[in-house]
DNA sequence: CTGTTAGCGCATTCAC
DNA sequence: GTGAATGCGCTAACAG
C-alpha cells in the first residue's frame, strides 16, 4: 500500500497524492477529493520512515529533571507514540546525568536536534532559554505555569484546577480549608496557591495565615507540613496539597494520628499521578492528561525543528483541559 | 556522512562497509579492519531510518497490563531508547483498553507485529503464547521468575533477590522477620517467597505461619497485611513485603500506629520503583535495572520480528543484575 | 570474499 | 495545477 496505488487508483499521479497529503495549497479540489476517497477506500498510512529519509528525521530532544516524577511514563508515552507516528526521533536527556542543566542543553545541542521539550522548572530558567536561542534551537515548554508569549507552549490554567478544587471543598460544606504549598520554584506553586485563595476569596472563606504551608511537592516535605498542620489548636477540615505526593503525605500523617480519612478530615491532591489512586482511600484530584499534552508538544516542537530559520511565525500556546476526580478522600466535614 | 564516504575514504565499495556494519561473516580481516578504521575516523553513525527503508521496520508489540505500574515509565524508557537505536517500531498496547487479553494480542497481531514482549503476568498465560504461536508472532517474556526454555526471556533471579535481601536482614541482626507475600497468579511472588524461606532456614531461623501474610502487590494489600503482621503479640521486627508498594503501605501503617521506623521496625521492599525513593524514610530495597532489560527486551523481539521462520534456532535467556539498595528503612533490631 | 545493479516509499526540483 | 525525473542512505540479490 503506497503512494503509487493510491495514485494508481484515484487516476492522478503519485505526487498529487503526496500534496494532498502533505496540505499542499495549490490542488484542485476535485483532485483532492479523488485522492482523498482513494486513501480512505483504500485504508492507506503514509510511511513515516520512507518519509523521513527525504525530509530527514527531525530530532527532538526531551530534557527532564526528575527521573522519579510519577508523571513520567505518561509523559512518555505520550511523546513517544507521538514520535513514532510523526516519525521524529526523541532525544531523552535527564538533567541529573549532569552536573548543569545547561550542560544537558549542551549536549542536546550538540546532537543536532532543533527543538527541545522543557518540562519546569526548566522551562522558566532564562539561562537555559537563552542557550537555546543562540544555537538556533527552538524551545517548546511544557507544563508551565506562566508560559512566555515568545515561547510555544502546551499546559494548563493551573489556576483554574486550583479553584476547581477550592470550589469542591466549599461545595461540599467545608469552611476551614488549608493548603500545602508547592515548591516556592516552580511557577505552578504560584498559580495554584492564587487559585486557591481567589476562589476562597469569591466564597466569602477566610484563609488564616496558618493554613497555608510551604511544601517543596515531595512526599517528606508533605509529611512536615501535614505534621504542622494537623498539630493546629483549631485543625482543617479539609487539606489542599499543591500535588499528589505530597496529599499521600498527609494522608500517612493523618493514619498516624489516627485521623480517619476523609470523616475526619479531606485530603485533595492535584496531578492525578499513579499514587493517587495507589494509596487508600484514593485520593481526589485534579487530572492533567500528561500523556495528551506531551504528545502535542513533540508534536509542535517536530514542527519547529523542521523550519529552520522561520523565527517570526507565531508562536503556539495549547491549553490542555483540566478534570476533577472525585475519588474517596473527600467528604462532608465531620460536624 | 554516509556508506559512501566512508567506502571511498577505505578504498573499497559502500557493500564491504554495509557488510562490517551489519556483522556479516565472509570478510577478509584485512578489509574489515580498513573500514572499521575509517569509520572510526570519520565518525561515522548509520543511518537507522534509511535501513529500514529497505529492511522494513521490525514492528515489535508491547502488552503492559498495570498503567500504573511505577516501573512503567523506566521499562518505557528503556524500551524506545532501544526501538529509536535499531529503527524499529514499538506499538504499545494496554491490555486494559480490551475486554481480554486475548483481544490486546489479537489487535497486536492484526497490525503485523512480528514479535511481542510479555511482562508478567501474560508472560505465563498459555493461551496467549498459543495465539501468538498460531499466527507466527514471536514472544519474548519479560521478568517472569520461570521461564520457559522455549521462549525467549529477560528476567530477573527473584529468588537470589529475596535471599539477597533476607541475608541483609539477617546480617543486621533480625531473628523475627515476616514476609508479605505477593500477588500468587505471579510466578514471582512464589520465587520470591521461596528465595526468603530457604536463606532464613540456612540460617536457622524459624518461620512462624503467622509471619507469612498474604498480599498482591498493591498498597491497599499491604495495609491490610502490615495491620495483621503489626498487630501480633509478637511482633516482627523486621518486614520484608514483596514489592515497594506494598512496603511502603506497611510504613504507613507503622507511622500510624506510632511504630518508629527503623528503630523499632526495619521495612524492606523489591523493586526499586519511585516509591521507594519518594516516602520517608526511603526504603531498602533490591533494584532491577528495568530500562536495561527492557532495551534487551526490545532488542531481542526486533531481531526475532526480522527473521520470518527460523524457528528452531536456540532460545536466549538473559539474567538482569540486581543490587540490593541500603537505604533509612532498615537497620538492627532495638533490643 | 567483493562489487554491481536495482530499488524501498516518499518528496524535491523543474518541467509542462 | 499537475506530472516526470531524480535521489535520500541503505541493503537484497545477484554476479563475479
Redo the contacts with the bound molecule.
Keep these: 500500500m503506497?503512494?503509487?496505488d493510491v495514485a494508481r487508483h484515484a487516476g492522478?499521479?503519485?505526487?498529487?497524492v503526496?500534496r494532498v497529503?502533505?496540505d499542499y495549497a495549490?490542488?484542485?479540489e476535485?483532485?483532492r477529493a479523488k485522492v482523498l476517497k482513494s486513501i480512505e477506500e483504500l485504508g492507506y498510512r503514509?510511511?513515516a520512515v520512507?518519509?523521513a529519509?527525504?525530509?530527514g528525521v527531525a530530532q527532538v530532544g526531551v530534557l527532564y529533571s526528575n527521573p522519579n516524577s510519577s508523571n513520567l511514563s505518561a509523559f512518555l508515552m505520550g511523546a513517544f507514540r507521538k514520535a513514532g507516528e510523526i516519525g521524529c526521533q526523541l532525544l531523552i536527556e535527564p538533567t541529573a546525568a549532569h552536573p548543569t542543566p545547561a550542560r544537558a542543553v549542551a549536549k542536546l545541542i550538540e546532537a543536532g536536534v532543533g527543538a527541545v521539550v522543557l518540562p519546569p522548572p526548566l522551562c522558566d530558567n532564562a539561562k537555559i532559554l537563552k542557550l537555546l536561542a543562540a544555537a538556533g534551537v527552538a524551545p517548546v515548554s511544557f507544563a508551565t505555569a506562566r508560559p512566555s508569549p515568545d515561547v510555544t507552549s502546551v499546559a494548563i490554567d493551573d489556576f483554574e484546577g486550583a479553584a476547581m478544587m477550592t470550589r469542591h471543598l466549599i461545595a461540599l460544606g467545608h469552611v476551614d480549608i488549608a493548603l500545602v504549598r508547592g515548591d516556592p520554584s516552580h511557577s505552578t506553586s504560584t498559580r495554584r496557591e492564587e487559585g486557591f485563595r481567589a476562589t476562597m476569596a469569591q466564597a466569602g472563606l477566610a484563609v488564616p495565615d496558618a493554613y497555608v504551608v510551604e511544601g517543596a511537592f515531595t512526599y517528606r516535605s508533605g509529611l512536615t507540613a501535614a505534621s504542622q498542620l494537623l498539630g493546629l489548636r483549631r485543625r482543617p477540615s479539609a487539606i489542599f496539597a499543591s500535588n499528589d505526593d505530597m496529599a499521600a503525605a498527609v494522608s500517612a500523617v493523618a493514619h498516624g494520628m489516627g485521623i480517619a480519612v476523609p470523616t475526619e478530615l479531606s485530603i485533595a491532591g492535584f496531578d492525578d499521578t499513579p499514587v493517587a489512586s495507589t494509596i487508600w482511600p484514593q485520593l481526589t484530584t485534579i487530572h492533567q492528561p500528561i500523556a495528551d499534552m506531551a504528545a502535542t508538544a513533540v508534536e509542535l516542537a517536530a514542527g519547529l525543528a523542521r523550519r529552520d530559520a522561520d523565527d517570526d511565525q507565531p508562536r503556539r500556546h495549547v491549553l490542555a483541559e483540566l478534570t476533577l476526580v472525585v475519588r474517596q478522600s473527600t467528604a462532608p466535614p465531620a460536624s
Design positions: 503506497t503512494l503509487h492522478v499521479s503519485s505526487m498529487t503526496s497529503i502533505n495549490f490542488i484542485s476535485a483532485a503514509p510511511n520512507a518519509r529519509t527525504r525530509t
